[in-house]
């Protein structure tokens, strides 16, 4: 609505204009004037005004002609019509309100009659644009829920691919711009561990698929825990073997005894597992080891399927380590050593000939945790 309300009146006789112009205007309201059904046509997409008082029998274009035409633009806001006449025939009034007419007067206009009329329908114009901005307003709210609901989606897609290599806790604080983009190539100096069952590639050759399987559930169900609660990353499993680091995606500043601490709650955890699995004549132990340094990290693969990786001497010397370690044990480097000799108490195992290694590697056995 427009302040004062703008009042159209299309009649070809200006007389008539100009007492209705007069009698609007001294009530407070805008006039705007045609003199045609086409001067009226162009007037109100020009002016767009809050009411229009129409002449039915005009030049041109007749008062029924222009309603019709105004109530097919579907690009006008809507605009109360009272359709003004001399005619009285009951079947000219019906015509009027079927093009889509709102109000009627008759000729000669009566004073009180208009103010009413012009009153009334000004009511309904302003009751019009308050529930058409109301609809506009919700259709905002809908648009910007429904891209709130795309977004969230996306985010828990996101969140599920990131689970697939973090934990929990690390792909939500990922998400909430806690961490770096860790599918992006970087290089950060890591805590690697490597662990795998000792005797299991005995075990698989001599024992039944559905034996291989069970065994296999049940060691990632103990491992996968106690690398959640400890919120490593886990880089890939391949049948027993497993390969965890810390550092990445998120810095921690104590990567080494993050990898000491979790190593040792899973010889705890497999202990009663491996003792069951002797019992049923399954010769399995469990080895660990751990090497510290720096590796490339990122996504690797294609559109569609990645895996997370890191690359690196350090992701060598810790599945070297792993390889030597006899059950019940966890390997750490030198480099490990120096992060965690307060945290543990470890023995050394001597100078190891390393596959890919051209000097010999110092090992220690982790024997427990000091504190």
């Given at each position: 609505?427009?302040?004062p309300p703008r009042i159209l009146v299309v009649d070809d006789n200006p007389n008539n204009v100009e007492i209705l112009r007069m009698r609007l205007e001294a009530h407070g309201y805008e006039v705007v004037t045609a003199a045609d059904g086409e001067e009226?046509?162009?007037?109100?997409?020009?002016?767009?005004?809050?009411?229009?008082?129409?002449?039915?029998?005009?030049?041109?274009l007749d008062g029924i002609e222009v309603c019709r035409r105004l109530r097919a633009d579907p690009s006008l806001p809507f605009i109360p019509i009272v359709l003004v006449t001399a005619k009285s025939d009951p079947?000219?009034?019906?015509?009027?309100?079927?093009?889509?007419?709102?109000?009627?007067?008759?000729?000669?206009?009566?004073?009180?009659?208009l103010i009413a009329r012009v009153k009334s329908m000004l009511r309904i114009k302003a009751l019009q644009d308050t529930v058409q901005g109301q609809a506009a307003q919700l259709q905002e709210w809908n648009q910007k829920l429904e891209q709130r609901v795309t977004d969230q989606v996306a985010q828990l897609d996101n969140l599920g691919r990131l689970k697939r290599f973090f934990s929990p806790q690390l792909a939500e604080l990922i998400l909430a711009g806690g961490a770096d983009d860790p599918l992006k190539s970087h290089r950060r100096e890591v805590a690697v561990v490597f662990l795998d069952l000792r005797g299991f590639t005995a075990f698989a050759e001599t024992n039944e698929p559905e034996e291989i399987m069970g065994v296999l559930r049940e060691y990632h169900a103990e491992m996968g825990q106690v690398i959640l609660s400890h919120e490593g990353t886990l880089e890939?499993?391949?049948?027993?073997?497993?390969?965890?680091?810390?550092?990445?995606?998120?810095?921690?500043?104590?990567?080494?005894?993050?990898?000491?601490?979790?190593?040792?709650?899973?010889?705890?955890?497999?202990?009663?597992?491996?003792?069951?699995?002797?019992?049923?004549g399954f010769d399995l132990g469990f080895g660990a080891g751990i090497a510290q340094g720096f590796a490339t990290i990122g996504a690797v693969g294609f559109e569609g399927r990645w895996d997370y990786g890191a690359i690196g001497t350090v992701t060598n010397l810790a599945a070297r380590l792993c390889g030597e370690a006899k059950p019940g044990q966890t390997l750490i480097s030198k480099r490990v050593l120096a992060s965690v000799e307060d945290l543990a108490e470890v023995e050394p195992v001597g100078e190891l000939q390393l596959k890919g290694f051209l000097k010999s590697v110092s090992a220690y056995n982790v024997i427990r945790l000091t504190e």
């Open positions: 609505m427009h302040t009226g046509l162009a007037a109100v997409r020009d002016q767009l005004p809050d009411l229009i008082l129409l002449d039915i029998m005009m030049p041109k079947k000219d009034v019906v015509a009027a309100l079927e093009a889509g007419g709102d109000e009627f007067l008759t000729k000669p206009v009566d004073h009180a009659a890939r499993f391949a049948g027993d073997g497993m390969m965890v680091f810390f550092n990445d995606p998120v810095p921690v500043p104590d990567a080494a005894a993050r990898a000491v601490r979790m190593t040792v709650a899973m010889h705890e955890r497999l202990a009663p597992v491996t003792a069951k699995w002797r019992k049923l």
